[in-house]
């Protein structure tokens, strides 16, 4: 399981162009925390220790400091692990700080084009921010992880892109790109028939300068993930994934030892285990590491012996209306929902059913259930699936007609 998303509210500062979010999203009260408490635990129960929990929205940051605080806590004391998913506009160093000691582990910064921001034509120029982010979040002992989401706006500048993240791999633990899928409320629709998986994945390699390894490792379905990472050190960047072979054995010994790695740190106590079970391949892997330390030699002098791994993964989300049996079954992207986790895929094609359904809480008076239209709680169920949402007009922010600007981009591009 790569990760479980848990949706905390359906309100958000921006409104990106590729939003996931329902047209009816911010008309749902924000989920009161004892229901994200047992949600938490679900997921425990589901997956175990060492689980990644996504906390997400909207942006979480709306909701009140207290309220992630107490959900930082609750996911550290049942051994998994928390990353805060935001666009950053309210991630402030003082909430980050606060947010760290409660036991917060991975800070995802979600910047890019589609979020529209006022002042920012190019990802080039968002680099800025992203600058900005890194140091908000320096010396807190946080993984950082940036999302970009790839469209026929950014494309032709995933290069660039590619050589930001190297430039700062030293900073960064995951480089994640999500690539244009047609999902919620955002204008933009269907996916250019030129962005491919191997499009992005070559201009990641000419970015990077150097031939990336995303056939050594998989993480669920290899039409949905594709997964690489790379070792910096000094300025230097290497792919040490480059012996398949070599690597699919050690990751096939190391599950039947330990079928769950808990972090780095038990990541160690396994590689001692495989040291003492099969000393000969610890030892291939030991001149492997030796391989890696000489492509880094220039760099390990520089950074006096500092290495750090960036991650780096291509998602390739479905289209709402053309999900795959076989990639919804063996998805590693979950969604925590009332009726416990949900392939994200899914989940963003049924998005309302979800989101409105009543959630349960036991009470000391009894069961009750908690209705996300009205944010009330009640003695009986009312399972309106949102189909009693008030019909509005669709969402208009920043003074933009939704519908109509839907419109005017399909024009555009039909021209
Ligand atoms: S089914 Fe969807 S959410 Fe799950 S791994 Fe595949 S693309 Fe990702």
């Not at 929990?53 to 928390?82: F, N, V, Y």
């Not at 994945?201 to 300068?209: C, T, V, W």
């Not at 030892?257 to 030991?286: F, M, Q, T, W």
Request: net charge positive.
């Amino acid at each position: 399981m790569a990760c479980v998303s848990l949706e905390i509210t359906q309100r958000c500062n921006l409104d990106c162009t590729l939003c996931y979010l329902s047209d009816r999203a911010e008309m749902a009260k924000d989920v009161p925390l004892p229901i994200l408490l047992n949600r938490i635990g679900v997921i425990h129960d589901h997956y175990g220790a060492g689980t990644s929990i996504q906390i997400s929205g909207g942006d979480p940051t709306l909701r009140k400091i207290e309220d992630l605080e107490a959900l930082c806590r609750h996911i550290r004391l049942l051994g998994m692990r928390s990353c805060l998913m935001t666009n950053g506009i309210k991630a402030t160093r003082a909430m980050l700080s606060r947010l760290a000691a409660a036991g917060l582990d991975d800070l995802a910064l979600h910047v890019d084009l589609t979020q529209e921001r006022k002042g920012y034509t190019t990802e080039a120029s968002l680099n800025t921010v992203r600058v900005e982010y890194l140091r908000r979040a320096q010396g807190l002992g946080l993984r950082v992880l940036f999302n970009t989401t790839l469209y026929d706006g950014n494309i032709a500048e995933l290069p660039t892109l590619a050589r930001f993240f190297r430039d700062h791999a030293s900073e960064v633990a995951l480089a994640s790109f999500q690539m244009q899928a047609d999902t919620g409320r955002g204008v933009l629709r269907e996916r250019d028939a030129g962005i491919t998986q191997e499009r992005v994945m070559k201009a990641l390699s000419q970015g990077m300068g150097l031939a990336l390894d995303f056939d050594a490792m998989s993480v669920g379905h290899s039409l949905c993930n594709r997964y690489t990472s790379v070792l910096a050190a000094g300025g230097t960047v290497i792919s040490p994934l480059a012996n398949h072979a070599l690597i699919a054995e050690v990751i096939a010994v190391l599950e039947k030892i330990d079928a769950r790695s808990k972090g780095n740190l038990d990541a160690i106590h396994a590689l001692g285990r495989l040291a003492v079970r099969r000393p000969g391949l610890a030892a291939r892997l030991l001149l492997e590491v030796g391989r890696w330390a000489w492509g880094l030699r220039g760099g390990l002098w520089r950074s006096r012996g500092r290495v750090h791994r960036m991650s780096i993964l291509v998602h390739n989300f479905m289209d709402a209306t053309k999900l795959d049996r076989d990639r919804c079954e063996s998805c590693v992207f979950m969604v925590a929902t009332e009726d416990g986790p949900l392939s994200m895929c899914v989940h963003n094609a049924e998005r309302d059913a979800h989101i409105f359904a009543p959630a349960k809480l036991d009470t000391p008076e009894g069961p009750r259930w908690w209705n996300a239209e009205t944010g009330l709680l009640k003695a009986d169920q009312d399972d309106s699936g949102g189909k009693n949402v008030v019909p509005m007009p669709l969402k208009r922010l920043k003074g933009r007609d939704r519908a109509n600007a839907m419109r005017a981009r399909i024009a555009r591009k039909s021209r």
